[in-house]
């Protein structure tokens, strides 16, 4: 059985984004060469068609609040079973191999612009997002040493709320700047 030295949990949390993220590269470079992702989502005419596109923010805020409340209130109820590591390390290896893939297809199909594109198409909500699941996964990674109180659920609320606003507002108007720049 494969053992990995690490001094606290926190590095191992780390090693598992990171393992993710190496799978997710290797599944693009080598098992799945030609991917829809990276054939068809990169294409000048789809980034063309992006900057042509208004974004309309009331109907954008009920799409993006139903797809993260959903994905943000499904973590919470499978953290709160007895199974709360295992979410977390699926979770984690999940989000590196989404990484993975993402900026893989993207550099086959842009180059350097491409990752540009993806860093430009994550901020600055997922910095926001990013402080929010980090509290969960290391609170359910250290229960039942660490307790969760109302200054922890207001960071959370907080942390969803700014990224929410953000995404919906600030985030088109990066990605829109970015892609008239490559």
């Excluded at 499904?74 to 999940?94: A, D, H, N, R």
């Excluded at 842009?110 to 929010?132: Q, R, S, T, V």
Aim: net charge positive.
């Amino acid at each position: 059985m494969l053992r990995l030295k690490y001094k606290n949990k926190n590095q191992l949390l780390i090693i598992l984004l990171v393992v993710g993220f190496f799978i997710g590269v290797i599944y693009e470079n080598i098992i799945f060469k030609k991917n829809f992702v990276a054939t068809e989502l990169f294409t000048k005419t789809n980034l063309q068609r992006f900057l042509q596109t208004d974004v309309i923010a009331e109907k954008y805020f009920w799409y993006v609040i139903k797809d993260r409340l959903f994905f943000l209130l499904l973590i919470c109820v499978l953290g709160c079973t007895k199974w709360k590591k295992l979410v977390v390390s699926m979770c984690l290896l999940f989000i590196g191999f989404f990484m993975g893939t993402l900026c893989v297809a993207s550099a086959l199909s842009l180059g350097i612009k491409g990752i540009l594109l993806c860093i430009a198409g994550l901020f600055p909500h997922m910095l926001f997002y990013g402080f929010l699941y980090g509290m969960l996964f290391v609170y359910w990674f250290h229960y039942p040493e660490k307790q969760w109180n109302r200054a922890k659920l207001l960071f959370v609320l907080l942390m969803f709320i700014v990224g929410l606003v953000l995404e919906i507002y600030v985030n088109p108007i990066i990605v829109k700047f970015v892609i008239g720049i490559i």
